[in-house]
């Protein structure tokens, strides 16, 4: 069964420093994708970087990119030069392919506050 | 607008109560999820559909709670005789693809409080 960890229920990091967000992952598909989310006190859910198992580099977005060790079945994100819009709680996600499609299930998120 | 709307954006019952929770994907998504998250924590999977597929109904908490989704578009999460524990914001997501590389485009949710 497919299954997302996220270790750290809360992070501190000055802002204009980088800060990585640990995510690990299990699932027996070779087909799947990671996703990371980040969700403000409004409680919107925004996406941020999606990264596919077969995918050779890592992804990037701007500001954030996935540490991706699929050996290691860890998706880390990591957001450079922090903004204080930046604290807010951040999902990590994952969607299998094979016989259970499209199902995404969530990691219970890390808290993330940007210190001036 | 363009994005996932759900209505209502609160609701607040009383125990016993049944509850309707609507959803309104983006056009043109075949997938369509929902989540039920507590207050501080994560997303807690309820139910997907795709396309014209049998719905994964394995998230589902208990036979209280149903969903459908008619002609491929609008769902509606049902809550039968609620329950305190039920109080939770329910969200609703939508992708353009079922498959496991389409990134799920979410609703503002709605919130649930059972008194």
């Known amino acids: 069964a497919q299954k997302i960890t996220q270790t750290q229920p809360g992070m501190f990091v000055q802002e204009k420093e980088a800060v990585t967000l640990d995510c690990t992952y299990d699932?027996?598909?070779?087909?799947?994708?990671l996703f990371w989310y980040k969700q403000p006190s409004s409680g919107e859910m925004i996406f941020l970087i999606y990264?596919?198992?077969?995918?050779?580099q890592n992804a990037t977005e701007g500001r954030y990119s996935l540490n991706f060790q699929k050996a290691r079945k860890s998706a880390n994100l990591v957001i450079s030069a922090s903004q204080l819009g930046d604290s807010a709680m951040y999902f990590c996600?994952?969607?299998?392919?094979?016989?259970?499609?499209?199902?995404?299930?969530f990691g219970q998120g890390t808290t993330l506050q940007v210190k001036p | 607008g363009a994005g996932v709307s759900q209505s209502p954006s609160n609701k607040v019952t009383e125990k016993g109560k049944d509850v309707e929770l609507r959803c309104d994907p983006i056009?043109?998504?075949?997938?369509l999820y929902w989540y039920r998250q507590s207050l501080g924590q994560g997303l807690e999977f309820l139910i997907y559909f795709q396309g014209n597929s049998a719905p994964d109904k394995s998230g589902l908490p208990s036979d209280r709670f149903s969903a459908e989704r008619t002609g491929g578009s609008v769902s509606t999460l049902t809550i039968q005789r609620t329950q305190q524990e039920d109080s939770a914001v329910y969200l609703c997501a939508s992708s353009p693809r079922g498959d496991w590389t389409g990134e799920l485009f979410f609703g503002e949710g709605s919130r649930l409080t059972v008194l």
């Open positions: 056009s043109g998504h075949t997938a």
């Open positions: 699932t027996s598909d070779p087909s799947y994708g």
């Open positions: 996600a994952m969607r299998e392919g094979g016989g259970n499609t499209g199902k995404l299930i």
């Open positions: 990264q596919g198992s077969y995918d050779q």
